[in-house]
């Protein structure tokens, strides 16, 4: 078996990683977050390939926000990468919630 490696953004592909459930609530400027979205999608996207994002996408009803999920070593990792957000650089969430999921079925589960 080939020693493990590691994964694109420094994750080891061998190490079980927590999974993290995390919901931004947005303030109510929509045309700065339209003039944002842009940059803030093509953050996500680059942490998808990477590997640290399993999926996000905003709300369709109530209050104005979004759930992403996120793979990473720990929490300090994880506060990095939320950080780095083009959305909270701009000051576009208003509160952020971050829980630890354990993925026990699907697609994102560790078990085959």
Do not use: C, K, N
């Not at 400027?29 to 979205?37: G, I, L, M, W």
């Not at 926000?65 to 990792?77: E, H, K």
Request: net charge negative; aromatic share 8%.
């Amino acid at each position: 078996m080939a020693p493990p490696t590691d994964a694109p953004g420094g994750m080891r592909e061998d190490a079980a990683m927590p999974t993290f459930a995390v919901q931004y609530t947005y303030d109510a400027r929509h045309d700065r977050q339209a003039a944002v979205r842009p940059e803030h999608r093509a953050y996500l996207r680059s942490l998808a390939v990477d590997g640290s994002l399993l999926g996000s996408g905003p709300y369709t009803e109530g209050a104005p926000g979004a759930l992403l999920v996120f793979r990473a070593r720990d929490r300090a990792t994880l506060d990095e990468l939320l950080a780095g957000d083009p959305f909270a650089l701009a000051g576009l969430i208003t509160a952020t919630t971050v829980r630890t999921w354990d993925v026990v079925l699907g697609p994102w589960s560790e078990q085959p």
